[in-house]
């Protein structure tokens, strides 16, 4: 009975290390790993909206958003609302989808038909396993590594190489403190679940090689990063730790997939669908997006519509940024990843050509940057820019309603694109 007892204390020693390794084991599994990027990124909820698409819209107390799991704002005081807009804002009598429709709150995104989120409180697309699952890695997941088009240096190896293509319009050499647009919003094809199509602007600093720094917003349909193809309001942004700049290498992301930007805006979700969509040869749809530099507190806002002040980044998120941008630019962006060999059918804005024009073509228009006075202008000196025109082109102009504009976008492969 001695010896069996002696024995006991060895037993349950021995035991107990197979109670952890087990413990260890499970905790390093993909199971576990996934559970705890999830919990990372979809924090408690005060309500949550199912939207008719099938995405969850949580209703994340403003205090609570995922910005503050960065380091660096930890201690953040929250911003509530800008210390001043530009002057001289552009078209506030117009109509876009987010103008004022007879005192009712009109139809943006499509969760909204579900109910909306209280004052306090962020809306925040909810993310499900699958869409990690659709990512090369967990680390990956809401992160990109192609840089933004650079006018200035056409490398013709990408078009060859499933590279991404655009139709842009752009403007370089000044210190720009922001820009807006008005954009007109389309669902395009998408052939390959790894492409995308996307209508954006562009806020850069740095310069295209290793130190770019940008701040991105405008529409997307991207299957790979979302698991449909909707229409979608996006932002992504690089940011700079110890001032060594991002350049698409490590940090920044897609809305709201890591820490940094700071959301007020209980009323529009990063992520969410847009709703509605312009129909070819019918309705067209469009949404405003401001984004510029508060000059008192240094962050950059962004603004939808004419009254959905969204949020900012930070400035000190930033290097080149934190000063000002170096260059501007507006317009479409494809993936072509050539499959079997041939030029892509993905289009870009509405898959027209640009000279077909209104309710068939895809626009910018009121196209404007914010100068060192904060004052909204017209931009000067604006170039456009296309790596294959055959497949995707532009086209700019300007008029007393629209200001300064382009139409833009295309097809893809066609009998002039193979």
Not at 28 to 46: C, D, E, F, G
Not at 161 to 169: M, V
Not at 251 to 258: A, E, P, R
Request: charged share 20%.
């Amino acid at each position: 009975m001695v010896a069996a007892r002696s024995g006991l204390p060895r037993f349950l020693a021995a035991a107990a290390l197979c109670v952890l390794w087990a413990a260890a084991v499970e905790a390093r599994s993909p199971a576990a790993r996934v559970h705890r990027h999830l919990k990372r990124l979809n924090k408690p909820a005060v309500k949550s909206i199912e939207s008719p698409d099938g995405d969850i819209i949580d209703c994340v107390h403003i205090s609570h958003q995922p910005a503050f799991d960065h380091p660096l704002l930890k201690n953040h005081t929250l911003q509530l609302r800008p210390s001043y807009h530009p002057e001289g804002l552009y078209d506030h009598a117009k109509s876009s989808l987010a103008s004022d429709n007879g005192g009712e709150k009109p139809m943006l995104q499509l969760w909204h038909q579900n109910g909306r989120c209280k004052e306090g409180t962020a809306p925040i697309r909810r993310t499900k396993k699958e869409d990690l699952f659709r990512a090369s890695s967990m680390g990956r997941y809401g992160r990109k590594q192609h840089p933004a088009p650079n006018p200035m240096s056409v490398d013709l190896t990408m078009l060859n190489e499933g590279g991404h293509q655009h139709a842009i319009a752009y403007v370089e050499g000044d210190k720009y403190y922001g820009a807006k647009a008005t954009i007109n919003v389309w669902e395009p094809k998408i052939q390959q679940p790894n492409e995308f199509s996307l209508s954006q602007l562009w806020i850069l600093g740095g310069s295209f090689g290793a130190d770019l720094n940008s701040i991105e917003a405008g529409w997307q349909v991207s299957p790979d990063l979302y698991g449909d193809n909707n229409t979608r309001l996006f932002t992504y942004w690089t940011e700079s730790l110890t001032n060594s700049s991002d350049a698409y290498q490590a940090t920044g992301c897609y809305n709201i997939l890591c820490s940094g930007f700071i959301q007020i805006n209980s009323e529009i979700a990063m992520g969410a669908s847009i709703f509605p969509i312009s129909k070819l040869a019918g309705s067209q749809y469009d949404i405003s997006i401001l984004i510029w530099k508060d000059p008192k507190e240094g962050n950059w806002w962004m603004q939808f519509g004419k009254e959905y002040v969204l949020g900012y980044w930070p400035s000190f998120l930033f290097s080149y940024l934190a000063d000002s941008a170096s260059m501007i630019e507006w317009g479409g962006e494809v993936v072509n990843s050539e499959p079997d060999g041939t030029h892509t059918s993905t289009q870009m804005g509405s898959g027209r050509f640009p000279e077909e024009g209104f309710d068939k073509s895809s626009y910018f228009k009121n196209i404007q940057v914010v100068d060192s006075t904060n004052q909204l202008k017209a931009p000067k000196g604006m170039g456009m820019f296309t790596e294959q025109s055959n497949c995707y082109d532009v086209q700019n102009g300007n008029n007393g309603d629209w200001g300064t504009y382009f139409y833009y976008g295309g097809p893809g492969k066609n009998s002039n694109c193979p």
